[in-house]
């Protein structure tokens, strides 16, 4: 990847503008439309891109349908594949708009980043990211990684935690996305921060029916789910607690290219920020998942509900 100078960071941080934080996170900036908005226009349109994953493509659906009622034409090509394949779509121009998450983005961008603060990892990731991208302000909803066992396995091996992983070191297998082996927030940090270690990764899907079903049948051990799935609740789940604080706060932040982050775009991401919990994001996804409904139907039906869209 590539990574800015020692330089070129330093220069970053001193010309990172002020961040204004409340409630729901931070929902301005100073020197609007000046540096911070990369002097960008939507005028030509905004191409939004998703990863693989139900939430994702919600997320891309909802940030169409709030810009299309602020009067900007936009283009979604949702499910397109991991990080490592959208963020350099982001960069090369193939898209312009990513819906992300601030601390897996952050650990992707630079592995050892040890912010978890919110505030803290949004400038970092101010600093963090290559020339001609930026973070528009986080907003309200939150979806952490997490590691899950059925609670026959919690009960069987006395497990609440990550840390009683280890006495377990050789014994179990987990499942998750095939990315998650090199991830800090997977394979790497859970042998790194507490120093457990796995009989057999198996490569399977990000909080899908590959790796859920996997963990039912009892082919996986520990599942690497998201916090808003609701098949957590729904099959009795026993989500394994951080002590050590290995996964940071997920908060949903839009990650756009600066040639399009105009003062209309910004506001339409932030009054959807300002009003979509992670309560509803979860419901959201329930809707897909469950109920079998399309992502694009159930983000532009929120959209209206909640006065974000006609």
Not at 47 to 55: L, V
Not at 164 to 182: F, I, M, Q
Not at 223 to 251: C, E, M, R, Y
């Amino acid at each position: 990847m590539n990574r800015r100078t020692i330089l070129g960071g330093l220069f970053a941080a001193a010309t990172v503008p002020a961040l204004t934080a409340c409630a729901s996170g931070i929902t301005s900036l100073d020197n609007e439309g000046g540096a911070a908005s990369g002097g960008g226009s939507s005028k030509d349109g905004v191409t939004i891109g998703t990863a693989n994953f139900t939430e994702n493509q919600v997320l891309g659906y909802l940030y169409a349908a709030v810009l299309a009622a602020a009067g900007v034409k936009v283009k979604v090509r949702p499910n397109l594949g991991t990080r490592e394949i959208v963020f350099p779509a982001l960069k090369s121009g193939d898209i312009d708009l990513l819906p992300e998450y601030q601390g897996a983005l952050l650990t992707y961008l630079d592995p050892k980043a040890a912010a978890t603060e919110e505030g803290e990892m949004q400038n970092d990731l101010t600093i963090a990211l290559p020339a001609g991208l930026q973070v528009l302000p986080y907003g309200l909803a939150e979806d952490a990684d997490a590691f899950a066992v059925t609670r026959e396995t919690a009960r069987k091996y006395g497990l609440a935690s990550l840390a009683d992983l280890t006495k377990l070191n050789g014994r179990l297998v987990l499942g998750a996305a095939p990315e998650v082996k090199t991830r800090r927030v997977g394979v790497v940090g859970l042998k790194e921060v507490y120093g457990v270690e796995f009989k057999e990764f198996k490569s399977l899907d990000s909080s899908g029916p590959l790796v859920k079903g996997a963990l039912k049948k009892g082919d996986v051990d520990v599942a690497n789910l998201f916090t808003t799935d609701t098949d957590i609740l729904d099959n009795g789940w026993v989500v394994l607690s951080d002590p050590k604080n290995l996964i940071p706060g997920q908060h949903i932040v839009p990650l756009i290219a600066d040639r399009r982050a105009d003062s209309t775009v910004r506001k339409a991401l932030a009054r959807l920020g300002n009003v979509l919990t992670t309560t509803q994001l979860t419901e959201l996804n329930r809707q897909v998942d469950k109920d079998k409904k399309d992502p694009e139907d159930v983000a532009n039906t929120y959209a209206r509900q909640h006065g974000l869209a006609r």
